[in-house]
């Protein structure tokens, strides 16, 4: 027979299956990460990027609005216009954020591996990527970070880069 030509809708469907599909996926399970024990730490990633007004490199706790709020104006003093402060319920939560400092190119991240139950604290475990020295990259300075979400029972993180 004569090959069919899919209608709009059709189209529409198969887009959307497309798109959504491989969304829903990520989202499946809670968000956290096994610590050496396989005891599960829950810890969300809220935010990454390259661009900060923070610029050396470190791990910062907040444990209340006060520090929160600080250290969000510093870290937007790049943006523009600036996001609004993202809403953390201290009550049971803090904020762990790691940044990496001033990079010479684009093409830097830091991405979260693991965090690690010690009888102190935890360790956070992170992994820098770099840019292919084989291709040519953006030449502007980056400042790479990332925020989390954590549990408030937490008395000290240590940070482990390049885990």
């Known amino acids: 027979g004569e090959p069919r030509i899919m209608n709009s809708i059709q189209a529409c469907r198969v887009?959307?299956?497309?798109?959504?599909?491989?969304?829903?996926?990520?989202?499946?399970?809670?968000?956290?990460?096994?610590?050496?024990?396989?005891?599960?730490?829950?810890?969300?990633?809220?935010?990454?990027?390259t661009q900060t007004g923070v610029a050396e490199s470190g791990l910062v706790l907040c444990r209340n609005a006060k520090e929160w709020s600080e250290l969000w104006a510093r870290h937007m003093e790049l943006q523009d216009p600036e996001s609004p402060l993202p809403v953390v319920s201290f009550s049971n939560e803090n904020v762990l954020a790691v940044f990496l400092g001033d990079r010479p190119t684009a093409g830097y991240s830091i991405s979260v591996v693991g965090l690690e139950s010690r009888s102190r604290g935890w360790v956070l475990h992170t992994r820098e990527k770099k840019p292919n020295e084989d291709l040519p990259q953006l030449q502007v300075e980056t400042r790479p970070y990332t925020f989390l979400i954590v549990p408030n029972h937490v008395e000290e993180v240590d940070w482990n880069p390049d885990s």
């Open 15 to 49: 887009w959307f299956a497309l798109l959504l599909f491989p969304i829903l996926i990520g989202c499946r399970g809670e968000p956290g990460f096994l610590d050496s024990s396989g005891q599960k730490i829950q810890a969300t990633v809220f935010a990454s990027g």
